[in-house]
C-alpha cells in the first residue's frame, strides 16, 4: 500500500518514508537507500530522510556515508535529538564508546527528558568498565 502511494505520489514524505521504512522492516536495505536517495532530491534538507539514510547506510555497512547522512540531519536542525542519538549508536556499534557517551550527554544538555537517550547513556555507561579505583 505504501509502495502505491509512494509512486502515487513521489513527493509526499509520509507516503515515501513510509515505503523506505517497510523496504528496511522487511531487510531490504539497498531498495530502501534508492527510495531515500531519491525523496531526498526533491526535499535535500529533510532530516527524516537523511536520518533513514544514515541508518540503513549503517546497516548496509557503511558508516563513513552514515556518519556524513547524521552530520548532515545535525547541520541542518541542531536541536532535533534523533540524529546526534543516531549517530552515538554508529560510534558505539563501532567500538567508540567515550565518543558515543559525550554525544548522548550532548543530546541530554538539551533535552534532558529525552527517553530515548536516557535509554542509551544507561546502556552506554554499563558497557563501560569502571575505572580501577586506586589502592592506599
Known amino acids: 500500500l505504501w509502495e502505491e502511494a509512494a509512486r502515487a505520489q513521489p ?3 509520509l507516503a515515501v518514508t513510509q515505503h523506505g521504512q517497510r523496504l528496511v522492516d522487511a531487510g531490504r536495505f539497498d531498495q530502501a537507500l534508492a527510495v531515500f536517495d ?16 544514515g541508518t540503513v547506510l ?11 547522512a547524521f552530520a548532515e540531519a545535525i547541520r541542518i536542525n541542531p536541536e ?17 564508546m567515550a565518543e558515543a557517551i559525550a554525544t548522548v550527554r550532548e543530546v541530554l544538555a538539551h533535552h534532558p527528558d529525552e527517553p530515548r537517550a536516557l535509554a542509551m547513556l544507561a546502556d552506554f555507561t554499563a558497557t563501560v568498565p569502571a575505572p580501577p579505583v586506586p589502592v592506599p
Open 11 to 13: 513527493l509526499s514524505l
Open 80 to 96: 532535533e535529538p534523533q540524529a546526534p542519538l543516531n549517530y552515538a549508536a554508529l560510534l558505539a556499534n563501532h567500538g567508540r
Open 38 to 53: 531519491r525523496a531526498l532530491v526533491g526535499h535535500p534538507r529533510d532530516t527524516t530522510l537523511l536520518n533513514n539514510r
Open 58 to 68: 549503517a546497516s548496509l555497512g557503511r558508516p563513513s556515508e552514515a556518519a556524513a
